[in-house]
Nanobody
Framework: QVQLVESGGGLVQAGGSLRLSCSAS????????VGWFRQAPGNEREFVAA????????SYADSVKGRFTIARNYAKDTIYLQMNSLEPEDTAVYYC???????????????WGQGTQVTVSS
């Protein structure tokens, strides 16, 4: 089992930045691909970014490419989502996830955090 806990959400003005963190415990976290997803009210949960467990490959949704960066600290078993140039459309609950497949689909991830709220005001 892997336990994931997100932090770093909050309220920010449009154009601002936030960095989300996701701390992991349990099984060897470094061997998992990790991802960030988000869910806005009334919408389905959607893919934001992912990082492979080896090789440093990353993937981003088109809507965040160039503004968000996913990174992981293997020594601390933590993944980050640096979010710059935030827009009101980025308002959502953000979830981190871990799984054995480096992908964009929710069903490719086995473990999920509880989510952290990000609100971007205009």
């Amino acid at each position: 089992q892997v336990q994931l806990v997100e932090s770093g959400g909050g309220l920010v003005q449009a154009g601002g930045s936030l960095r989300l963190s996701c701390s992991a415990s349990g099984r060897t976290f470094s061997r998992y691909a990790v991802g960030w997803f988000r869910q806005a009210p009334g919408n389905e949960r959607e893919f934001v970014a992912a990082s492979s467990w080896i090789g440093g490959s990353t993937s981003y949704a088109d809507s965040v490419k160039g503004r968000f960066t996913i990174a992981r600290n293997y020594a601390k078993d933590t993944i980050y989502l640096q979010m710059n140039s935030l827009e009101p459309e980025d308002t959502a609950v953000y979830y981190c996830a871990a799984g054995s497949v480096f992908g964009r689909r929710m069903d490719e991830y086995n473990y999920w955090g509880q989510g952290t709220q990000v609100t971007v005001s205009s």
